[in-house]
Nanobody
Framework: QVPLVESGGGLVQAGESLTLACAASGWRLDLFGMGWFRQALGKERQFLASISARSSNKYTADLVKDRFTISRDNAQNTVYLQMNSLKPEDTAAYYC?????????????????WGQGTQVTVFS
């Protein structure tokens, strides 16, 4: 089990930005494809963005592609999700996930390990 830990969530006003981070102590995340998902209360988990192990491929959901950016720093063993121009509808628990294939996947089922999530709440 890869112990993924998300951080950077919080309470922000609409229009502000947040950067989420995902790290795994003791594991080399540069071997994994990584993804970010979110789940709002009462809704299904939703794909946001993914990045391959060497950053050669990235995917971002149409819903957020103009505002969210995924990146990774393998030297720091960390994956990031930069979120700009946040809206109240972005309020959700945000999860990172790791895929042993090393590829950038868009489906939940392609990921092998998940973090516990970090809450993002956006108020207007």
């Amino acid at each position: 089990q890869v112990p993924l830990v998300e951080s950077g969530g919080g309470l922000v006003q609409a229009g502000e930005s947040l950067t989420l981070a995902c790290a795994a102590s003791g594991w080399r995340l540069d071997l994994f494809g990584m993804g970010w998902f979110r789940q709002a209360l009462g809704k299904e988990r939703q794909f946001l963005a993914s990045i391959s192990a060497r950053s050669s491929n990235k995917y971002t959901a149409d819903l957020v592609k103009d505002r969210f950016t995924i990146s990774r720093d393998n030297a720091q063993n960390t994956v990031y999700l930069q979120m700009n121009s946040l809206k109240p509808e972005d309020t959700a628990a945000y999860y990172c996930a790791a895929a042993r294939t090393g590829l950038a996947h868009t489906k939940e089922s392609d990921y092998d390990y998940w973090g516990q999530g970090t809450q993002v709440t956006v108020f207007s």
